[in-house]
């Protein structure tokens, strides 16, 4: 099994920036793609990025494309994502998760952290 532990939420004002940290343990040779989702209140759960554990390869979500930035760090098992520019709109639970896919489709992701909250207020 793989863990997968966030952490770096919180509240920022509209236009600031956060940057959230993930931390993966256990088997992490499973791991080929990790990724950021959240989930606003009310709404189901979004694809924000995802990178390529081995390539580095990185996709966005349309809506924080520009604005967000997902990078890794093989030796410490982490991955990142720092978020400029907020908007109200980006409030929400962010959860980690990672795949044993290199392009994972939605049913791919097989890990998942606990999720952090981010609030932006206006």
């Known amino acids: 099994q793989v863990q997968l532990v966030e952490s770096g939420g919180g509240l920022a004002q509209a236009g600031g920036s956060l940057r959230l940290s993930c931390a993966a343990s256990?088997?992490?040779?499973?791991?080929?793609?990790m990724g950021w989702f959240r989930q606003a209140p009310g709404k189901e759960r979004e694809f924000v990025a995802r990178?390529?554990?081995?390539?580095?390869?990185?996709s966005y979500a349309d809506s924080v494309k520009g604005r967000f930035t997902i990078s890794k760090e093989n030796n410490k098992n982490a991955v990142y994502l720092q978020m400029f520019s907020l908007k109200p709109e980006d409030t929400a639970v962010y959860y980690c998760a990672a795949s044993s896919t290199a392009l994972p489709s939605t049913r791919d992701w097989n890990y998942w952290g606990q999720g952090t909250q981010v609030t932006v207020s206006s």
């Open positions: 256990g088997r992490t040779f499973r791991v080929y793609t």
């Open positions: 990178i390529n554990w081995n390539t580095g390869t990185t």
